[in-house]
């Protein structure tokens, strides 16, 4: 296969991985994770959760018990069906995770199919790209030298140190369309995988085989390197705490129900343990963990660990660039202002005069707003002009037109230029237009000074709506650049972001993290740079470009595959969602127990306390049918509930105190209220086929 056609193939085939709708339209997987369930009942793999390793060993049990009453002829299956019912609890929780797990490994074999056996063209000296010897792409070493020609895959992991290339990165992003790479900058790193279509590059090699980008995601996505979160790890040790309650508790009864006279059996026992300890929470616990980070790379978002998504959830102050974030990045003409005694057409006209020669996005937009505003529609340099560059030195470019001179630039250097004096008029303009945050520009024909051109970064659309959810949310914004603090005041008041940070320098960043931090914030920040390395090393959630340099994608805890810095706000929704999905459900299935109780206790002992039978609410038609309904309906409802598991609860930027209670409402109400339907409908059923 062509490699062009690969590359973009396994692009394609990401981007098809990412818009799926629901897990139960993939057999295979389904298939796939099914077996793996049955692999994960393995009590080494178990142990690690313990509501499940004490269910699957009360299984164990259960059917020991049956299969010798068996042997002996005595009674036995209704301890068969409680182990049967048992044995599914355990493996619809195993499959929870590989459901979850297999979603994970789809995307990793589309992300496999990007690497191929490369060949890398080694450099025997940097500079000199002539002499090369050809080496597998596997024997690349940290430091190394590789040129990489159009056509070429790059071989690994490295930065941009000569040359400059169009770049294929479909195999990574999903995006078909090619990205510029060049020395310098901070567009100088390439992902091994990616296919140079242009050109030429040198490229240094940053990361051994085995340890590339590719390799580091491939293993994030599969879950091979997923760790347990402190809030995970918190509720492992809530959760074990409570199965250890609850088996203290059932251990207990047999005492008063010998003392009662009436003697549970052992299979009856385990029905009511396994029923009361939070096996629907215990059994998607790790599924809910584990689609969190899928959620965040089927949303192009690579997290380094599970505990970088889990704080993004907590954040509570976001730091955001300006340019390219909050506004567009490139400033555009927003009006003309006429020095006294000049027609606003003649300024226009020397504006656009002066501009034919600029092709930067500010040049275009002075010719576009003059042509929409004025009509006028020159768009090419008239034979025999002089363009004059504009230079960091002069600050002013310019075109000399036979014996007309045009020239725009800086107030100040115009003003130089000309020597005279600005009018007050146009010195009033000047302190105007600074202080709504946009950037004054001079012009000026033949010595004289004409106004201003006034050129605004603009804000982008609905990002002050954005800002204002992240308020109701408790997050307070940041926006951090580097124009003088008059107008970064303006554009951070047209945002609606919280504060800012002008002038900004890589230590104001990281001084004001640290200063949050100590406060006890988590403090979120985006940035692309080796300038934003410190700060995005030291924030709780350091969203990395990917187009960024190598020291920020590894200074970062994520790394955003489209380099797009308001996804940071996307990210942290999707943390909120973890958490707030693993809340609901826990609450859901605490909420659970209490139906269970209804059903299982009155049961066991209505014969020695008839008095119990007030709480046989749901009128169920005897204490077997009552423990059996409850044991399937325990077991259904964690297979019930993998898809909410793997989607996510749905979070609405609201306040925490809303969402408490809206949360509390369906999923704690509703924990209540299903089981009592559940346990009777299952109740029904067994009594209508006379199987009770």
């Known amino acids: ?219 994030l996505v599969e879950g091979a390197s997923r760790q347990k979160t402190p809030n995970e790890i918190a509720l492992d040790i809530l959760l074990a705490g409570m199965t250890i309650i609850f088996l203290i508790a059932v251990a207990t009864l047999v005492g008063f129900a010998t003392y009662s006279g009436t003697a549970p059996s052992v299979p009856v026992l385990a029905a009511l343990l396994v029923t009361l300890i939070p096996t629907t929470i215990g059994g998607l616990l790790s599924a809910i963990g584990i689609a969190g980070m899928d959620r965040l790379v089927r949303f192009n978002v690579l997290a380094t660990s599970g505990r970088a998504v889990e704080a993004a959830g907590d954040v509570d102050v976001m730091l955001l660039d300006k340019t390219g974030t909050v506004t567009f990045g490139n400033r555009e003409a927003a009006a003309f202002v006429a020095a006294p005694g000049v027609d606003d057409r003649e300024l226009a006209t020397a504006a656009v005069m002066a501009s034919l020669g600029d092709e930067t996005p500010e040049g275009r937009s002075i010719l576009a707003f003059a042509r929409d505003r004025y009509g006028i529609a020159e768009h090419a340099v008239p034979a025999g002009a002089l363009i004059v560059p504009f230079t960091a030195q002069t600050r002013i470019s310019g075109l000399d037109a036979g014996e007309t001179r045009y020239r725009k630039g800086a107030v100040e250097s115009i003003a130089k230029a000309l020597a005279a004096a600005v009018p007050a008029e146009i010195s009033q303009a000047v302190e105007r237009i600074a202080h709504n945050g946009a950037t004054p520009l001079a012009v000026a024909r033949d010595g004289r000074l004409l106004g201003l051109i006034e050129l605004k970064d603009i804000v982008k659309p609905g990002i002050r709506d954005r800002f204002a959810a992240l308020r109701q949310m408790g997050i307070r914004t940041v926006m951090v650049t580097g124009d003088n603090r008059l107008t970064a005041a303006a554009i951070a008041a047209e945002a609606g972001v919280d504060d800012f940070i002008a002038e900004a320098t890589p230590e104001m960043k990281l001084a004001y993290i640290r200063a949050a931090q100590a406060e006890g914030r988590l403090v979120a920040m985006a940035g692309d740079g080796t300038n934003d390395a410190p700060a995005l090393a030291q924030a709780d959630v350091g969203l990395a470009m990917q187009t960024g340099t190598q020291a920020a994608r590894e200074a970062g805890n994520m790394v955003d595959l489209d380099s797009d810095p308001t996804k940071l706000i996307e990210v942290v929704a999707i943390g909120k969602q973890l958490l707030i999905t693993r809340g609901a459900l826990t609450t859901f299935s605490i909420a659970n127990d209490v139906a269970k109780y209804f059903a299982i206790l009155p049961a066991i002992f209505v014969a020695s306390y008839p008095e119990l039978d007030a709480l046989n609410v749901m009128q169920l038609a005897s204490p077997e049918s009552a423990i059996m309904s409850a044991l399937i309906f325990n077991a259904l409802v964690i297979v019930a509930l993998v898809p909410l598991a793997l989607r996510g609860v749905r979070y609405r930027a609201v306040g925490a105190a809303a969402l408490l209670r809206h949360n509390l409402l369906i999923y704690g109400l509703g924990g209540i209220a299903v089981p009592f339907l559940g346990i009777k409908l299952i109740d029904l059923l067994l009594t209508l086929t006379g199987i009770f």
């Open 1 to 219: 296969m062509d490699m062009t056609v690969q590359v973009a193939h396994a692009g394609q085939g990401r981007r098809a991985s990412r818009t799926r709708t629901s897990i139960f339209a993939e057999r295979t997987l389904l298939l796939r994770a099914g077996g793996e369930a049955l692999r994960k009942l393995d009590p080494r793999s178990l142990a690690r959760n313990p509501v499940i390793f004490v269910t699957e060993i009360v299984a164990a049990l259960v059917s020991v018990l049956a299969l010798g009453a068996a042997y002996l002829g005595q009674p036995f299956l209704f301890s068969l069906a409680i182990a049967f019912w048992l044995w599914l609890t355990v493996l619809f929780a195993t499959f929870a995770e590989a459901v979850a797990e297999g979603r994970g490994r789809a995307q990793a074999a589309s992300l496999r199919s990007a690497r191929s056996e490369t060949r890398a063209k080694v450099l025997l000296r940097p500079d000199d790209r002539v002499l090369w010897e050809p080496r597998d792409a596997t024997e690349l070493g940290v430091g190394e030298y590789v040129l990489v020609e159009a056509g070429d895959l790059i071989p690994s992991d490295g930065e941009v140190v000569q040359g400059i290339a169009s770049v294929n990165e479909a195999a990574v992003t999903g995006e078909s369309a090619p990205v510029i790479r060049e020395s310098g900058g901070d567009r100088s790193a390439v992902t091994g995988g990616t296919l140079v279509v242009s050109d030429w590059i040198v490229v240094r090699i940053t990361a051994a085989s085995g340890s590339t980008f590719l390799d580091r995601m491939i293993a």
